[in-house]
């Protein structure tokens, strides 16, 4: 059964028909073309396919394209004013070496700014820690990307982002 699908993504009105079982990731990916949003382990264990829907960071690959239908949704596309000026969180990453071989990087960063975001900026090492607890990272690059994380949380905090 083929359906239509409506809602804004990255502040752009989108629209598409798809089959009632096709997921947000896949929507994003094969038909917009947006394929910073990644699929990691297909099974909602990785985080790498991180997006926000309606501001709450949310495992795209756990929610069909029709639930998302009328949200607005951001992907790590739609995160930089732009290509030079990148979000505080991802400059972040980049400039404390969060950024690994990248594969997991997109869902690190639309978490870490929805936990910076529900702990009004006050984020601890324990709490990015734990917070972080459905992402993985086969780099083993937490420790970068903790700090990377906090400094995130305070350049936010000094953008007012």
Same mark, same amino acid.
């Given at each position: 059964?083929? @359906?239509?699908?409506? @809602? ?15 997921l ?9 073309? @947006? ?27 756990? %929610? ?12 790590i ?5 732009s ?43 324990? %709490? ?19 700090k990377? %994380? ?12």
């Amino acid at each position: 059964m083929t @359906m239509s699908v409506a @809602m804004t993504v990255n502040g752009k009105t989108v629209s598409g028909n798809v089959e009632a079982r096709t997921l947000l990731v896949q929507f994003l990916r094969e038909t917009l073309g @947006m394929t910073g949003t990644h699929v990691g382990c297909d099974t909602s264990q990785c985080g790498a396919c991180v997006v926000h829907v309606d501001g709450v960071s949310v495992k795209s690959c756990t %929610i069909l394209a029709v639930q998302a239908d009328g949200s607005k949704v951001t992907t790590i596309e739609g995160l930089a004013e732009s290509p030079e000026k990148l979000h505080p969180m991802q400059e972040a990453f980049r400039e404390n070496h969060g950024l690994q071989c990248g594969f997991c990087t997109p869902g690190m960063v639309m978490s870490a700014i929805d936990l910076v975001k529900r702990h009004n900026y006050a984020v601890t090492e324990e %709490i990015v820690r734990h917070g972080l607890e459905g992402n993985l990272c086969r780099c083993t690059g937490y420790h970068n990307i903790v700090k990377s %994380i906090l400094a995130g949380a305070q350049a936010m905090k000094a953008a007012g982002v």
